[in-house]
């Protein structure tokens, strides 16, 4: 199964995370399909800049995202609640 789900990077204790379309049962900051977006917690307001389309598209085929990046979207209007 394809999620949407936040892998990591950044330096120690400044994450960043990119929203990316992955295979369920590849590792958090493994191999990925397609990069979707970015996320940036650290900032007042949070910094998001995401590829709608693309998240459409692969909510379309049957990905799933992660509770955290689906309240991401949901915050972003890309999806309803």
Known sequence: MV??????????????????AADSRSPRDGKFLEIL????????????TLNADAIKAWIAKGAQPTVTVKNILVANNVISK
């Open 37 to 48: 977006g970015t996320y940036n917690p650290k900032t007042n307001p949070a910094e998001v």
């Open 3 to 20: 999620k949407i789900r936040l892998q990591r990077f950044g330096a120690h204790k400044a994450p960043k995370y990119r929203i990316v």
